[in-house]
């Protein structure tokens, strides 16, 4: 996936008025300022009352959903691979993502909603705190080993792996 591509689909969803933040790996490249990596695919935290609304630019992008696991997440494929997060919000701008069937929830406190830079674009993205904990508790890929280090060298915070 292009910074081409993730930056014409933020503004695509900002034209639209669905907000969004970038977690993973684009939003490690975008936390530390630059692209690390390639990256197969763009995670992206959504404001599950818009969507509807997601959706619509998605379809007119030329994504079709391939995979469904809501409420948790589902998967889009198309001109990229696009993994969407959807969360709900509360009055105090933290939100709540369903971790799996049962009542599980991931929490995002506010001050998680951040921003980064993609090729010198400021981009809505998680916090190295919430990248810290969504990065812990399973055995890491080369990528991830990868994004940890990249963290490591430019906020100095220890990671899991």
């Known amino acids: 996936m292009e910074a081409s ?43 599950q009352t818009r969507e509807p609304a997601a959706l619509a630019v998605l379809t007119e992008e030329g994504f079709a959903e391939t995979l469904d696991l809501r409420p948790v997440r589902f998967v889009l494929d198309g001109p990229a691979e696009l993994d969407m997060h959807p969360v709900r919000f509360a009055e105090d701008g933290s939100a709540v993502q369903s971790a799996d069937n049962n009542g599980a929830t991931f929490t995002y406190p506010a001050d998680c909603f951040v921003t980064g830079r993609i090729e010198g674009v400021e981009v809505p993205c998680l916090s190295v705190g919430r990248q810290l904990l969504f990065h812990q508790g399973y055995e890491p890929r080369e990528r991830d080993l990868h994004d940890m280090a990249q963290l490591r060298a430019e906020f100095g915070v220890t990671t899991a792996f």
């Not at 669905?18 to 692209?35: F, H, N, Y």
């Not at 990596?37 to 935290?45: C, E, N, Q, S, W």
């Open 5 to 47: 591509l993730v930056l014409h689909l933020l503004r695509r969803f900002g034209e639209a008025g669905v907000p969004v933040w970038i977690g993973g790996g684009w939003g490690i490249d975008a936390l530390v300022g630059r692209q690390t990596r390639p990256h197969a695919d763009l995670d992206l935290i959504h404001d």
